[in-house]
């Protein structure tokens, strides 16, 4: 997708590890949060827009929303970070004609239901459903938690 330069999936979504490595290596001028939660609660909103630095834009929107500015598309100088906390919602985002050529995974840590996938990521079991059928789209699914660390295939898990 033309203007993307990273599609993450992290639970955490902006945090040290984002706004130091990542946006360093990508070059990145805005970040496109993607979570119905989060785009619902204005206080997380405000947590997130006071994380970023200024010179980077921030933009929360909900599944449905975010397919419509996907589809739109970018101008031609935007460097965007698309950050999600689930691998469901970029299943969903898939599913509604979306195509991703790459996804990262960075941060899906442990909790009920998720069990240790590869090293500090957990997932459950319908998360690596939703996972493989990533992975059957045609997306090129890694685990490289920054952008110096060595990728890990995901394909290659399931």
């Known amino acids: 997708m033309k203007g993307v330069v990273l599609t993450r999936i992290d639970d955490r979504l902006i945090h040290g590890q984002v706004m130091t490595s990542w946006l360093n290596f990508t070059s990145a001028n805005k970040i496109m ?79 009920s239901g998720r069990e240790k996938f590869y090293k500090n990521i957990s997932a459950s079991e319908e998360e690596r459903e939703f996972l493989k059928k990533i992975v059957d789209s045609g997306c090129r699914t890694e685990i490289q938690i920054i952008a110096e660390d060595a990728k890990v295939d995901v394909a290659k898990l399931l």
């Open 33 to 111: 949060v993607i979570d119905d939660q989060t785009a619902a609660d204005p206080f997380m909103k405000t947590v997130l827009k006071n994380a970023v630095p200024g010179n980077v834009g921030l933009g929360v929107f909900t599944v449905q929303k975010a397919v419509a500015r996907l589809k739109k598309g970018f101008k031609p100088d935007d460097k965007v970070i698309i950050l999600v906390k689930y691998p469901k919602t970029v299943l969903m985002l898939i599913k509604q004609g979306i195509q991703f050529g790459h996804l990262n995974i960075g941060g899906m840590g442990a909790g």
